[in-house]
């Protein structure tokens, strides 16, 4: 077989896996809107979207989705605040300052917390998290938003750190060199020069581990208290979306209003998650810059 020839074959492998992909997403969102749509001829979009009740199996139902799109961003808030901050910190610590044999150890266990199953870390915060929530801030129940955010973020913190790390890891030595040539600390080359060039990996990695806090289910579904209702504090019970999706879709007639309403709750959804990976494609292509960290 000739070279061009295996050229050509890599190729179309390759294309064919793109295709694949780009068709596979088509097929979702099809789906999601055939089966979704449908609640739209007994429900408007905006009721639907700012309805504050979610009672479907009342007569007659409410099919309100604010009380769960609110405790979706609000959990996904919190869980950012907390896991941008270690993330990123953990990545500059690995990048950095971590030297080449504890950078081998350290890495490789901050991304194996990837792997960690979700329903093992909602177990975590079920169990030792929400007594602790409970006995310390002497509120009815552990099994809210703040114990949801905490899990999250510590869901989204290996997934901000690896990508962030790696931006920040491949920035051109040269830029560093220059940077103490000139007189800067370490520090200092740290803070003005690596972190600014790696900013598009950096804001993709934070927005990719924001992306993965909302599209959760398991481990909402175990610690966020499963109250379809506005919260008032970060310790009142919640279910953001994916939680009412996992905890209802089994118990909703087919086909019925029940069942096209939360259909409609995961297209709602696909679009948060879509307009996150929108965002960090965005980012990393407007600051993307010759010679800097890129991804």
């Given at each position: 077989?000739?070279?061009?020839?295996?050229?050509?074959?890599?190729?179309?492998?390759?294309?064919?896996?793109?295709?694949?992909?780009?068709?596979?997403?088509?097929?979702?969102?099809?789906?999601?809107?055939?089966?979704?749509?449908?609640?739209?001829?007994?429900?408007?979009?905006?009721?639907?979207?700012?309805?504050?009740?979610?009672?479907?199996?009342?007569?007659?139902?409410?099919?309100?989705?604010?009380?769960?799109?609110?405790?979706?961003?609000?959990?996904?808030?919190?869980?950012?605040?907390?896991?941008?901050?270690?993330?990123?910190?953990?990545?500059?610590?690995?990048?950095?300052?971590?030297?080449?044999?504890?950078?081998?150890?350290?890495?490789?266990?901050?991304?194996?917390?990837?792997?960690?199953?979700?329903?093992?870390?909602?177990?975590?915060?079920?169990?030792?998290?929400?007594?602790?929530?409970?006995?310390?801030?002497?509120?009815?129940?552990?099994?809210?938003?703040?114990?949801?955010?905490?899990?999250?973020?510590?869901?989204?913190?290996?997934?901000?750190?690896?990508?962030?790390?790696?931006?920040?890891?491949?920035?051109?030595?040269?830029?560093?060199?220059?940077?103490?040539?000139?007189?800067?600390?370490?520090?200092?080359?740290?803070?003005?020069?690596?972190?600014?060039?790696?900013?598009?990996?950096?804001?993709?990695?934070v927005i990719l581990g924001m992306a993965r806090s909302i599209g959760e289910t398991m481990v909402v579904l175990m610690v966020a208290g499963g109250a379809a209702m506005l919260p008032g504090s970060i310790f009142d019970p919640s279910?953001?979306?994916?939680?009412?999706?996992?905890?209802?879709?089994?118990?909703?007639?087919?086909?019925?209003?029940?069942?096209?309403?939360?259909?409609?709750?995961?297209?709602?959804?696909?679009?948060?998650?879509?307009?996150?990976?929108?965002?960090?494609?965005?980012?990393?292509?407007?600051?993307?810059?010759?010679?800097?960290?890129?991804?």
């Amino acid at each position: 077989m000739s070279r061009r020839a295996k050229d050509n074959m890599v190729h179309g492998a390759f294309w064919t896996a793109a295709a694949l992909c780009i068709v596979t997403l088509t097929l979702i969102m099809v789906f999601l809107f055939m089966e979704g749509f449908p609640i739209f001829q007994h429900v408007s979009l905006a009721d639907f979207i700012f309805g504050k009740l979610w009672y479907p199996t009342f007569d007659p139902p409410e099919f309100g989705i604010l009380p769960m799109i609110v405790g979706s961003l609000v959990v996904t808030a919190l869980s950012s605040l907390i896991a941008i901050p270690l993330g990123i910190m953990t990545a500059i610590y690995l990048a950095e300052l971590a030297g080449p044999r504890m950078r081998a150890y350290v890495k490789p266990l901050v991304e194996m917390l990837q792997a960690l199953p979700s329903v093992v870390i909602g177990f975590f915060g079920m169990v030792i998290v929400a007594p602790w929530l409970q006995e310390t801030f002497d509120i009815a129940t552990g099994l809210n938003i703040a114990n949801a955010s905490i899990m999250l973020a510590f869901m989204a913190v290996p997934t901000i750190t690896s990508i962030a790390e790696d931006a920040i890891y491949s920035v051109p030595n040269d830029m560093r060199e220059a940077s103490l040539a000139l007189g800067a600390t370490h520090w200092q080359t740290i803070g003005r020069v690596v972190v600014p060039a790696a900013l598009p990996g950096i804001s993709t990695a934070v927005i990719l581990g924001m992306a993965r806090s909302i599209g959760e289910t398991m481990v909402v579904l175990m610690v966020a208290g499963g109250a379809a209702m506005l919260p008032g504090s970060i310790f009142d019970p919640s279910r953001p979306m994916p939680a009412s999706i996992a905890a209802e879709m089994a118990e909703a007639p087919f086909r019925s209003d029940h069942y096209h309403a939360l259909f409609a709750t995961g297209l709602v959804l696909f679009f948060f998650t879509l307009a996150f990976n929108a965002l960090a494609a965005w980012i990393a292509e407007k600051k993307k810059q010759v010679g800097t960290a890129t991804l």
